[in-house]
């Protein structure tokens, strides 16, 4: 994640995206794994919908996109990360992804940030 300094304010940019950050939520995967594996992507998931968010699918250690319900066609489901285009990174109010990102399966056990962008401006 990095940090531009545009005319002196600062801005957090989620690097997968290139998206302006507004915050970050983290959810932790308890290490004697009460729940067992996947607690966190689990709980993060919970959260969301309860707010009213659809959620992508997961695929390995890559993001997941998440949108607002009410925004999105009846019909239209978000894919995979891999499916997204860059073109289609506008329509996501953020992402999930794993704190460790250096393994495949880091899902399974790794605690999760939920990344909430900015609004986009029309």
């Not at 992402?95 to 962008?117: G, N, Q």
Request: hydrophobic share 35%; net charge positive.
């Amino acid at each position: 994640m990095k940090i531009d300094d545009y005319w002196g304010i600062k801005k957090q940019i989620e690097p997968n995206t290139g998206r302006e950050i507004a915050d970050i939520k983290i959810f932790k995967q308890e290490s004697e794994k009460v729940d067992g594996p996947f607690e966190a992507i689990s709980e993060a998931t919970k959260y969301l919908r309860t707010k009213g968010y659809t959620i992508g699918k997961m695929c390995y250690d890559l993001p997941i996109g998440f949108a607002k319900t009410s925004v999105l066609p009846a019909i239209e489901l978000i894919p995979k990360w891999e499916y997204i285009s860059r073109g289609k990174y506008h329509l996501l109010d953020g992402i999930i992804v794993p704190i460790k990102s250096d393994d495949r399966y880091a899902y399974r056990d790794s605690w999760v940030k939920v990344i909430f962008f900015k609004k986009v401006k029309k």
